[in-house]
């Protein structure tokens, strides 16, 4: 769900950029049946899933929710964060944002015929909607988390978060960048050290 903030920590290669937006997508063992560089791509994105769901500071913002939606947070989060990242942009990664979009999903593009279906939808959907530059705006939260509970009658509730968590923007931001810059350290250590794939240690400095 958090397409942008995966795109970023994988950096310029393509590879690590496929595994980056695929890993939702290609589940079970690695390197499994996927050339190298996917296989490692992939692992990283679910390096920094543990990263993102075991850290305190990303944890501790599921109880901005109300109770009976507390179940959802982290889906919210995933969209949210990327709000988060794409409104700071510049200041966090020294990018513009519509020139990395549009750089990292042509990377995708060329790269779609390795993509299940599926996968190839939403690089499309990003694409022709220019999804990732909008989420700067909060209204692009609300319209994905929408999106999502109208293709998944099971998250209908995932709907009334975006309302719910909107007066607490500014407080999931703050953790959010607080917390980047040591997400960025912990991926590029982990792609420094090749011994670390297909797992490694999934903790954030402080």
Known sequence: MNTLAHLVLAGPDQDLRLGAFLGDFLPGPLPGPHAPGLARGLALHRYIDRLTDSDPGFRALK????????????????????????????????????????????????????????????LAALDTHAVLPAYAHWPAVERTLRGIARRRPRLLALGDLAPALEP?????????????????????AWLADPSRFPGGDATLTP
């Open 168 to 188: 607490h923007r500014d407080t999931i931001a703050a953790i959010f960048e607080d917390r980047f810059p040591a997400l960025e350290a912990a991926c590029a």
């Open 63 to 122: 109880a901005l929710a109300p109770a009976h939606l507390r179940r959802y947070m982290p889906i919210a989060l995933d969209v949210i964060f990327d709000h988060c990242l794409a409104r700071r942009f510049e200041a966090l990664t020294g990018h513009i944002l519509e020139a990395f979009s549009t750089e990292a999903l042509g990377d995708l593009k060329a790269l779609r015929h390795a993509m299940p279906a599926p996968a190839q939808q939403l």
